[in-house]
């Protein structure tokens, strides 16, 4: 036996040794990664410097460079090379036009799969050419050439990830990417190289591998910004590249071309820092490629405006509301570009009314955040300035729309009015029938809106009329659905109805407590709403059982706390009826143990659970009064 205990202890304590030196080992491993990032960060930084600090010195460093960036004229007029590239350039042309064309959906790469079989025999082509220069002292002329052959492969990479063949994508992409690496900063070659760090970077987002992408997308960031400073001359594009049409080149659209690729990398950066959760930075691309799409006049209307409005939604949940506006001010503007009309096909409509969502989000929380500083929360308002589309003239716009919490009923009324036109625009197109969700997500955010104005009212009977009418609409909604085909939706729908009768139960009761003796008819009142929240509550308690009518033994993490939370308002609301005789207020009393004793032991059958521990101090506290509580109302002390 001690044999064995002290092997026992060698193993664990050779367990926590390896442990412990894999713990080591990642922490070199990522310190060596922070310290790699860190070098090729100063070095790119010490390079732009050094190759910004003048136009001469520029013109000095380059004299080979800017040999291979004029090399064209004589690629094409003097090489066996440029006499390949000739005949090559058309044949390229043709297979992105092929390309382009719009196949069907029983063979929807047919074109593709055509264009990839030219490309491929351009590829070819191309590297016999390389090989037959091998033996020639023209530097500039094998540069050129492996250049060509690199953009053909790029193009080859990039259909196969067209046709979601991912992995023949990469190896033909990795390919390309030695053979352009030297070259990658002759305007030649720049916009090539830029797309195809691009596609490497979707790729590897593709596979979830964000960090990896980012890698691609910051390396096409660095190089866009190292040529941009330090460039004399314009980049090519690659069908000017590969079709050998000096003549028909024009700065202006090459230009164009190579911001064009740049905006893309920005957009891509905004998905993958989106994936990773990094909202920030996420908004901050975002922004940036918006901006880019303005000034170049590169954008599709109604795609630019619902990427704006959807930005605005990080900047509510920083409660960054003049930010927010803003973004949903200028989706707006850019949205009537798109000339939408009734008539309009269902996906622009429906693009309307998503643009319609965003702004109804905007007021919902601006509401929510005015009620809860009311309540006594702090808010401070972001110190940052506002970052504008500079095109857009809104502010004379910005002005007309509250963008702080409210102090005042009225001012919360503004509000409340400005966000109702919103709703029923976007109700206009997210109808019950067709549109379940979205429709009964409308109808909730309206009664959000009603509940945080009641919070305002400083008359309680008219408070009650605000929440009664949002019972109305929730109740409404729910008997028009079938539980079994939407029964998540009902859950929600009940709950939120029991809680509305709670809070009117509340009000109701601060009132009777005012009152002395009591009017029987609020005590009729006060009883009724609280035998409605029970039975609400009830109601979301029976839709967790299963076809045997029976509750789980671990109700799902996404609705425990709602179940216990229901049972413990259930508790409490028995006891707060206002019984007419001592045995039926000591039977309410007897309800509410139950549901606490419930609660109880649900958790002590979890003890992992702890979602509610403040809440199960306070059960296991009146499961101790309760019994006092009853002795006295059998006394005729309640």
Partial sequence: SAMQSNDEADAEGASERIMQDFAEAEGRRAKAESDERKRQEQHFQTKLAQRQSSREGRVAESGEEQQAREILDAVVLQSAFGQWLRTAGPRCKDAFEVGNKEASEKEPYKFKYEARNTLKQLVAEAEQQLESLADTDD???????????????????????????????????????????????????????????????????????????????????????????????APMSLLELVCAEQETISVEKSWNEFESVYTHTLFYLAQCYGNLGQAKKSAEYCHLTLSRQLESHEYKPLDWSINCAAMSQYYLGQEDYAQALHCLLSASHVLEEAHITAESDETELQKQADVALCWVKYYVNLLNTSREVREGRKFQSPKDQVVRFEKLELKQQEKEIPSSPARTFEEARTIFQQGQQWVQKALKFYQLDGYVSDHIGCVQDISQMYRHLASFEPDPDRACKMLKRRIDLLVEIVGQLNTQHFLAVCRSLHFEIAEVHVEMFQLKSSKLKQQSPFDPHTVAKVNKLISQAVSEYNIFIDLLRDHEKKLPETVDETLVKPYLTARFWIARLYAQFIAATPEIHVLNLRKSAEQYQAIISYCDAHPNLHCFDEELAMCKEMLELLPVKMERAMQGIY
Avoid: D
């Avoid at 094998?142 to 053909?152: N, R």
């Avoid at 994508?169 to 070259?183: D, F, M, S, T």
């Avoid at 691609?216 to 001359?233: D, G, I, P, V």
């Fill in 139 to 233: 530097a500039a002329v094998k540069k050129f050439a492996q250049g060509v052959a690199g953009a053909l492969l790029t193009s080859v990479g990039t259909n196969c990830i067209e046709c979601e063949e991912l992995s023949e994508g990469e190896r033909n992409l990795e390919k390309a990417r030695r053979l352009l690496e030297p070259v990658k900063e002759q305007p030649a070659f720049v916009i090539v190289y830029l797309l195809l760090l691009n596609q490497l970077g979707m790729l590897w987002a593709s596979r979830r591998e964000n960090e990896k992408a980012i890698g691609f997308l910051e390396s096409a960031e660095h190089m866009y910004t190292l040529f941009k400073a330090t460039s004399l001359k």
